[in-house]
Nanobody, 119 residues
């Protein structure tokens, strides 16, 4: 089993920045991909960014050029640097990890961290 704990959410003004962190523990040697999803009130949970092996990354179109996902393997942590935030980025952000799926990592989930962007 893998446990994921997110941190770094909060309230920020439009145009500001936040960095989310997700620390993994447990059977982490099997993790192939890690990613971030978000879910706004009344909407479905959508993939925001994913990080695979060898530095491979992918982003939702809505965040390209503004968000950056990175992994620190020695700390078993994945980050999401969010710049130029917009009110529509307001959501609960969830960290996810997968033992094999890079496209939609979903074997393990964190509990989420709330990001609120004020206009």
């Amino acid at each position: 089993q893998v446990q994921l704990v997110e941190s770094g959410g909060g309230l920020v003004q439009a145009g500001g920045s936040l960095r989310l962190s997700c620390a993994a523990s447990g059977t982490i040697f099997r993790i192939f991909a890690m990613g971030w999803y978000r879910q706004a009130p009344g909407k479905q949970r959508d993939l925001v960014a994913v990080s695979g092996i060898a530095g491979r990354t992918n982003y939702a179109e809505s965040v390209k050029g503004r968000f950056t996902i990175s992994r620190e393997y020695n700390k078993n942590t994945v980050y999401l640097q969010m710049n130029s935030l917009k009110p529509e980025d307001t959501a609960v952000y969830y960290c996810a990890a997968d033992n094999s799926d890079y496209v939609n990592p979903n074997d393990y989930w964190g509990k989420g961290t709330l990001v609120t962007v004020s206009s």
